[in-house]
């Protein structure tokens, strides 16, 4: 992991792929409770393509540098992917979400589109399912330092943890070691689990449902590459959100739930390497 120290804090991701690779670059933006190792087998997918990726850990509750004076709202957090291109100067860029990553993506190109060359969406909140059920019953559980901490306990067990109470129905199989690595800073960091809990507390439907009356405006494609088997992030709303774009894909991806990024690693690589064949300027 490489770090970077930003104007609000410190931040880890993993780069990979050749420095001088022709490809426009692949941003990834996870969700809540996950970190950037979510993208890993995709990454390296790309990375097999000569596609250059870079898989930050954004504070969404399973960062290990703690960002106490960060704006941990939605909009906060948009900024703050903003500030990381800035400061690695990347431009036309492919910006790939996923879950609560993917409503960031829609507050970011609704911020400042200038870097975002395209962008790529699997599933992922939309309008005002922010998020969906049972999810929005679970966030309410873990609203506040002290509940989140009591409430995920449990999460210490794999067999809870890879249940449907736990992560179960965001993927089809999960690695033990991971999902663990995903919980323990929010588990043992009382300063990360604020920065969570700040983020939780700031979420507001009707603000996402807001940008979703100008995602037409952005410029560049779309491709959302959607799990047909998520009872959350259903197709249905998927289909909502690429009609909310000016150009947009929609693109099943049988079998898959909502991690699609660990479902079908190597059909999200060959999505995202086929929309930035496709826009990107020749040689």
């Known amino acids: 992991m490489e770090t970077i120290d930003l104007t609000y804090g410190t931040v880890s991701y993993r780069a990979v792929g050749p420095k001088d690779a022709a490809s426009p670059p692949v941003v990834f933006v996870h969700g809540f409770l996950v970190d950037g190792s979510l993208w890993s087998g995709v990454a390296d997918h790309l990375a097999a393509r000569g596609i250059r990726s870079y898989a930050p850990n954004w504070p969404l509750g399973a960062h290990r540098v703690p960002l106490p004076d960060a704006d941990q709202t939605p909009r906060g957090v948009a900024r703050q992917v903003l500030t990381f291109l800035e400061a690695l100067d990347l431009t036309d860029v492919t910006l790939v979400g996923n879950d609560t990553g993917g409503a960031l993506c829609q507050y970011i190109v609704d911020i400042d589109p ?3 060359g395209r962008m790529v969406l699997t599933n992922c909140d939309a309008f005002d399912t922010f998020p969906p059920f049972p999810f929005n019953v679970i966030f309410r559980l873990l609203n506040g330092r002290r509940r989140m901490w009591l ?4 999460m210490r067990f794999r067999s809870f943890r890879h249940s449907p109470l736990g992560l179960g129905l965001l993927a ?6 991971q999902t663990r690595e995903w919980i323990e800073p929010a588990l043992t ?3 990360v689990r604020s920065d969570a ?3 939780l507390q700031a979420l507001d439907p009707s603000e996402l449902n807001d940008i979703s009356s100008r995602l037409a405006r952005f410029g560049g494609p779309v491709r959302l590459v959607w799990g047909t088997s998520d009872r959350s992030f259903t197709p249905s709303l998927g289909k909502r959100l690429a009609r909310a774009f000016g150009d947009a894909d929609f693109i099943e991806v049988p079998g898959a739930r909502t991690f699609v990024p660990l479902d079908a690693p190597q059909a999200l690589a060959d999505q995202i390497a086929a929309i930035g064949d496709a826009t990107s300027p020749p040689p």
Do not use: K
């Open 114 to 116: 200038a870097r975002i």
């Open 151 to 154: 409430n995920l306990q449990p």
């Open 172 to 177: 089809r199989r999960f690695d033990p070691a």
């Open 189 to 191: 960091d009382a300063a």
């Open 197 to 199: 809990v700040r983020f």
